[in-house]
């Protein structure tokens, strides 16, 4: 995450605001701490509030308000910024210079803002200030520039940026222009608004948004099982106590416990897990007097884990990105390859207590790595990639570089996939795909490309391509087979889509896709048997408001790196079902947005998952379902479960449930439908039931790997499942 240098001309500016605006994403979003900058707060008045805003990575007010300095570039430093006051009134004007979003933020003429914004940092003597805002032709016809501030209630509010300016209001809106950009100027905030979802502008009229500076700061809350820690920073002198609010609705408004000022932090016990509830710190003077207040925070109690164990953690370089694994042919060894984005390539041993064993060294931010026999591609965003040799992990080896994209851009790239002997390179500054041929490691061969528009992430799978594209322009399935002659198979999409990762399931009748940016930043499941009819057939929501980043699939089992939610294990073996079977919370300070996990890699031999956190660098675990246990003990229905585990070697269990006693044949046969192996063969009782299959056949020998089918007949019901045999 970059933080945008500031932009001193026009072209710059416009760059940087490209930028932002094709990213909103982890690489475009400030990730450094700013202990030195001050925090902020809100407070509304009147209800109903109507407001929200677009999370951008903000300080305060759903993470849409925030110093211009981070959002674009403003030259007026964060750590100046001070209180205002945002008046919302029908009856009022102030008039304002506009900038056109499609029209590279040229000056659009002076516009209206309904209202009045305030320095009101000396309350005795406020100081109306200018502002600015941006309107934006996005070619639909549905909403053209009107010179009228007036964002509505879809995802993106009409993109009717808002920017408070430090000087003084002129009463003409012309203090600003394309010679004086407010871009580039002394912008105090910016603020990304939205209607609230139904809302109505100036629904009470009038209103009133007041920015605050935050004297108790870094107020942060931690889930624990049935609990929730808090804690934070406070410098400033003259209170006598502090005053904790907290209630499930927010702002938080019930008074909770009076704590010592000399305090920095809290537990509050007997939570119920999974409820959500708001905290706010106030500190009191001794006449009842609330001098300082702290943001608004949310925590949520819950376990840490549910259905994984912890084997081991790794954190000794600063902040980390994508994630792979790799297994020393020689040796069985198996390794992490972690991005420290800010360093480069971490080669860990995870035998036992992870351990780096080996580094190779990047000048610019290591994204991504994948893994081609012995050897390494490390994806690096503004730098061409490097080919590296692990035949020896102690000792890695640079052996060649790649430059994608133009000959006169940087090289670097964003994401990259390996299917076979082909690497699939995307997120540069071609456009689509550019396809390299691996098999001489020494010399990558170009050797076909797909220019299209932007792709954020792509998944090969049996010569077809999942490629998605992040900025609303859904996902473009791919005919590969012949990297020379790249056909686009079928595009589909939805609505207010910003897919960021697809992944198929093993069959691969359904894609996962992994929505970043959108409207609904969730996992959603698309049938994609018949390519003239694409339709969406589940989504998986942890929380409506948390991020998910990127999703793999083993076997039945879908694997999450869910950003601020951590790890997530779901049951996909009826798509169209999915289920949650275990999750391990790397990130438990309860936030939204893009920190915690950033990837899971679950298909070592070993059955150990390992998963990088953007924070907390690498977290060694495993599986550890508990054993089911049905409420119902006399099912009604037949149910074939899937097997587990899938893949398995060598021996997976079949679950089944009768609904009324009867004569059972249970039975594994190839995919070509060939007999291998009766299992059960008898009359059995209603209730729940099991058996074992060790990958033999009915004489007794092993069976090669591959997928088989169990199936089930019972009466005049039949079922089947697929398994898959690894060995």
């Known amino acids: 995450m970059n933080k945008i240098i500031i932009g001193l001309t026009f072209c710059l500016v416009t760059i940087a605001f490209a930028k932002l605006d094709q990213g909103l994403d982890e690489e475009f979003r400030l990730n ?88 009101i940092s000396v309350p005795e003597a406020p100081r109306r200030l200018n502002v600015c805002f941006v309107e934006w032709d996005d070619g639909s016809g549905e909403h053209n520039p009107n010179l009228l501030w007036d964002p ?141 207040n702290s943001q608004s925070i949310w925590g949520k109690a819950h376990p840490i884990s549910e259905n994984m164990n912890l084997l081991g953690n790794w954190d000794l370089r600063s902040n980390y990105g994508d994630i792979w694994g790799y297994t020393d042919e020689a040796t069985g060894i198996e390794y992490a390859l972690l991005c420290a984005r800010s360093d480069g390539l971490s080669i860990i041993d995870i035998s036992n207590e ?56 940087d090289g670097g790239s964003h994401n990259c996939y390996i299917d076979g002997q082909y690497l699939y390179a995307i997120g540069h500054d071609a456009g689509g795909i550019e396809i390299y041929d691996l098999s001489t490691p020494e010399s990558p061969q170009w050797v076909g490309d797909y220019s299209t528009y932007y792709y954020h992430d792509i998944y090969v799978k049996d010569g077809i391509g999942y490629a998605a594209g992040i900025y609303g322009d859904g996902v473009d399935i791919l005919d590969v087979s012949n990297p020379t002659n790249v056909q686009l198979l079928a595009n589909f999409n939805y609505e207010g889509s910003g897919a960021h990762n697809c992944w198929t399931t093993e069959d691969g009748n359904y894609v996962i896709v992994g929505d970043e940016i959108g409207t609904g930043n ?44 951590g790890v997530r294990i779901v049951d996909i073996s009826d798509p169209t079902y999915p289920e949650e079977k275990g999750y391990y919370d790397t990130h438990l300070q309860n936030e939204y947005g893009y920190e915690g996990c950033w990837s899971v890699f679950p298909y070592f031999d070993s059955g150990k998952i390992i998963a990088s956190d ?6 060694v675990l495993e599986y550890a379902p508990a054993l089911e246990i049905e409420i119902n003990k006399f099912p009604t229905e037949y149910k074939l479960k899937q097997n587990y585990p899938n893949p398995f070697n060598p021996k997976t269990t079949i679950n089944y449930a009768i609904g009324k006693d009867g004569f059972v044949n249970l039975s594994v046969f190839d995919i070509t439908g060939k007999f291998i192996k009766t299992l059960v063969h008898k009359n059995q009782s209603q209730g729940l039931h099991f058996s074992d299959w060790n990958g033999r056949d009915a004489t007794g020998e092993n069976v090669v790997s591959g997928i088989y089918l169990i199936k089930i007949e019972i009466d005049d019901f039949s079922q089947s499942r697929k398994m898959i045999l690894l060995k």
């Open 354 to 409: 992870p351990v780096e064993v080996g580094f190779i060294s990047s000048a610019s931010d290591a994204k991504d790595v994948k893994v081609y026999e012995n050897y390494a591609v490390l994806i690096m965003e503004y730098t061409p990639a490097k080919v590296i040799d692990l035949s020896d992990p102690a000792n890695p080896v640079e052996i060649s570089t790649i430059h994608f994209g133009s000959s006169s851009s």
């Open 614 to 619: 953007m924070q907390l660098g690498l977290f």
């Open 152 to 292: 509505d209630d879809t995802d993106l509010g009409r993109r009717e940026y808002l920017f408070i300016m430090d000087s003084n209001y002129d009463g003409t809106g012309t203090t600003y222009d394309n010679q004086n950009i407010a871009i580039g100027g002394d912008m105090v905030y910016a603020w990304w608004p939205r209607l609230e979802t139904g809302a109505t502008l100036f629904q009470t009229d009038p209103a009133e948004l007041r920015v605050r500076l935050a004297y108790i700061t870094n107020f942060k809350s931690y889930s624990q099982d049935n609990g929730i820690s808090l804690e934070w920073e406070f410098e400033e002198d003259g209170i006598d106590h502090f005053d904790l609010f907290a209630s499930t609705t927010f702002p938080p408004e019930d008074f909770l416990v009076q704590l010592d000022s000399e305090l920095r932090e809290y537990t509050h016990t007997d939570v119920q897990n999974n409820e959500k509830k708001y905290y706010q710190l106030k500190g009191i003077d001794l006449d009842g007097n609330v001098l300082y």
């Open 522 to 565: 969730w996992a959603r499941i698309f049938d994609i048997q018949d390519l003239n009819n694409i339709i969406m057939v589940a989504e998986y929501i942890v929380d409506p408001l948390s991020v998910v980043h990127n999703t793999y699939v083993k076997g039945d089992l879908l694997y999450i790196g869910h950003y601020t939610e």
């Open 32 to 119: 450094e701490s700013r202990e030195s900058d001050p925090e902020l707060y809100w407070e509304w008045d009147n209800e109903p509030r109507w407001l929200s805003g677009r999370n951008w990575g903000a300080a305060t007010f759903f993470g849409s308000i925030g110093p211009g300095e981070y959002f674009i570039g403003s030259s007026f430093p964060a750590n100046n910024t001070y209180d205002i006051k945002i008046v919302f009134d029908s009856d009022e004007t102030t008039y304002c210079q506009t900038y056109r979003r499609d029209l590279d933020y040229a000056a659009g003429g002076i516009g209206v803002f309904k209202g009045s914004v305030w320095d």
